[in-house]
């Protein structure tokens, strides 16, 4: 059974920087598409960067230059650092793997005031 963790979200001040982690069991995160995305209020959930299928990466627009998605084989964990921070980052951000399904945690709060 496939299981995805996330940690590191906190609340941060504008321009400042967080790393999430994804610990995921149950599945090889190299071997297939895994993702941050994030949520506010009201709002559909949006892909913020991750990889596909065959290793490629992929960003918002938004976040580019900013934002940088890695994973390690070794612990089986998908991160995404954050640097400079704004406001608008403001969101519940949410691991998710394709793997005979598709498999979401349950989620970690990124605060950034202004």
């Known amino acids: 059974q496939v299981h995805v963790r996330e940690s590191g979200g906190d609340l941060v001040q504008a321009g400042g920087s967080l790393r999430l982690s994804c610990l995921i069991s149950?599945?090889?995160?190299?071997?297939?598409?895994t993702g941050w995305y994030r949520q506010t209020p009201g709002k559909q959930r949006e892909l913020v960067a991750g990889?596909?299928?065959?290793?490629?990466?992929n960003y918002t627009e938004s976040v580019k230059d900013r934002f940088t998605i890695s994973r390690s084989h070794a612990r089986n964990t998908v991160y995404l650092q954050m640097n400079n921070l704004k406001p608008e980052d403001t969101a519940v951000y949410y691991c998710s793997i394709l793997w005979r399904g598709r498999f979401w945690g349950q989620g970690t709060q990124v605060t950034v005031s202004s």
């Open positions: 990889f596909n299928i065959g290793g490629s990466i």
């Open positions: 149950g599945a090889i995160v190299s071997r297939t598409e």
